[in-house]
């Protein structure tokens, strides 16, 4: 199951784990959302102990949001080693996210 990220414990979730991670910033309101949300977690179970998935609701945790200028959503967002290697805006297929998340695994 995909983790529930927040303004509090981003930086001990993301920034320090020795794990690639996938975050995807999202809103109850936002369609493409709620289209994406299932997708993730089945990222999240499918990755396992290899990777780190969670969720940002933009509109409880607005300091990530600002910090990493998230203006559209859904944005998922890939970091390594705490830096963003890579992101993925809007709603796409599964294997898109997939394989953008396998990329870091090497």
Do not use: H, Y
């Amino acid at each position: 199951m995909a983790l529930e990220i927040t303004d509090a414990n981003f930086d001990e979730v993301v920034l320090k784990s020795d794990k690639p991670v996938l975050v995807d910033f999202w809103a109850e309101w936002c369609g493409p959302c709620r289209m994406v949300g299932p997708v993730v977690e089945e990222i999240a179970k499918d990755f396992g102990d290899k990777a780190v998935v969670g969720k940002v609701n933009v509109d409880n945790n607005p300091g990530i949001s600002m910090k990493f200028g998230i203006r559209n959503i859904p944005a998922l967002l890939f970091f390594k080693n705490g830096e963003i290697v890579d992101k993925q805006i809007g709603a796409v297929p599964k294997s898109v996210l997939s394989d953008k998340l396998n990329k870091q695994l090497v």
